[in-house]
């Protein structure tokens, strides 16, 4: 059974920063691109980060380079969104993808 399990959202301050950590189980982890997907209250959900099964490839929003970033550990199957500089407008709830399957999400509120 496939498992994506997000942790690591919560409540910060404008300019602060979040680690977000996606557990992956039931299937052949280091073979799957991954990536990151927010959904923020009105909005589709858009594409954040992704990251190739090798790890060497990454691709952003560009209303996020420069500030997140994307990385794997395919010995302990995870993956990680660094969020720096975080702004109001990164408000969402953030999703583990791979394939089709999808992480239940979690919240990340960036307010003062």
């Known amino acids: 059974q496939v498992q994506l399990v997000e942790s690591g959202g919560g409540l910060v301050q404008p300019g602060g920063s979040l680690r977000l950590s996606c557990a992956a189980s039931?299937?052949?982890?280091?073979?799957?691109?991954m990536n990151w997907y927010r959904q923020a209250p009105g909005k589709e959900r858009e594409l954040v980060a992704a990251?190739?099964?090798?790890?060497?490839?990454?691709n952003y929003a560009d209303s996020v380079k420069g500030r997140f970033t994307i990385s794997r550990d395919n010995v302990k199957n995870m993956v990680y969104l660094q969020m720096n500089s975080l702004k109001p407008e990164d408000t969402a709830v953030y999703y583990c993808?791979?394939?089709?399957?999808w992480g239940q999400g979690t919240q990340v509120t960036v307010s003062s």
């Open positions: 993808q791979a394939y089709r399957w």
């Open positions: 039931g299937f052949t982890f280091s073979r799957y691109s």
């Open positions: 990251i190739a099964s090798a790890a060497g490839i990454t």
